[in-house]
């Protein structure tokens, strides 16, 4: 089955943004008279948001009377420095001019809110063909809704989609809506063989191989 498009999660897969998050809390704990928190504890919990990161630089629940203040802080603080250390992975922008060149769509389908994607996005001078974030529709991931309303956006089959992702919710959306996967490990999540990914790299070049194979 021939390849046309490819989509990717955002954080941990196509933009490496776990140091403007870690920068955002650690600022905020000691805004709070806190000490930072090191990166590496820091990096695994990204992928489930400013909560998590709240719940586990304070020690909290969202009970706690300050966590509505608390997260609404770290977003502002993310919000003013989100390029701040954030970048493309190694290899990524070639690879998304390789998937030009051979006049394919990309596009991003994440569970990060629509603001801070396309700031970030525009920050980063990237242009996808389509988005679709996180507060797009009523679902999502693992919901397969937004996966197929990617596809439907760019009026492709998404039999002919692959989705590149660094989380277990990236491989179930994407089985879930009939789309091949590619599960990476070089993003947050540690990869497990019970994620049910189609195919497993370890950096973004093994993409142009997998495409160049047309698997």
């Not at 008279?33 to 909560?51: D, H, N, S």
């Not at 203040?69 to 070639?94: A, C, M, P, W």
């Not at 009939?178 to 189609?198: N, P, S």
């Amino acid at each position: 089955m021939t390849v046309n498009t490819i989509l990717f999660d955002l954080d941990g897969t196509l933009i490496d943004t776990a140091p403007d998050l870690a920068y955002a809390l650690n600022t905020l704990l000691l805004e709070n008279g806190i000490a930072g928190k090191p990166y590496e504890q820091i990096k695994p919990l990204v992928a489930f948001g400013g909560k998590a990161l709240i719940k586990f630089g304070f020690d909290c629940d969202e009970s706690h009377p300050e966590f509505i203040n608390r997260h609404q802080r770290i977003l502002q603080i993310y919000t003013e420095n989100i390029d701040k250390y954030s970048k493309t992975f190694d290899g990524i922008d070639v690879l998304i001019n390789a998937i030009k060149d051979k006049n394919m769509y990309w596009g991003i389908v994440t569970n990060k809110p629509e603001n801070l994607t396309h700031l970030l996005l525009d920050r980063l001078g990237l242009k996808p063909d389509v988005v679709v974030c996180g507060d797009t529709l009523a679902y999502n991931k693992p919901h397969p809704a937004p996966l197929l309303y990617a596809c439907a956006q760019l009026s492709i089959s998404p039999q002919h989609c692959w989705f590149i992702g660094d989380d277990k919710n990236d491989m179930l959306a994407g089985k879930n809506a009939q789309i091949k996967t590619v599960a990476v490990t070089y993003g947050y999540g540690k990869v497990e063989q019970d994620w049910g990914y189609d195919y497993l790299i370890e950096q973004p070049s093994e993409i142009l191989e997998l495409m160049n194979g047309n698997h």
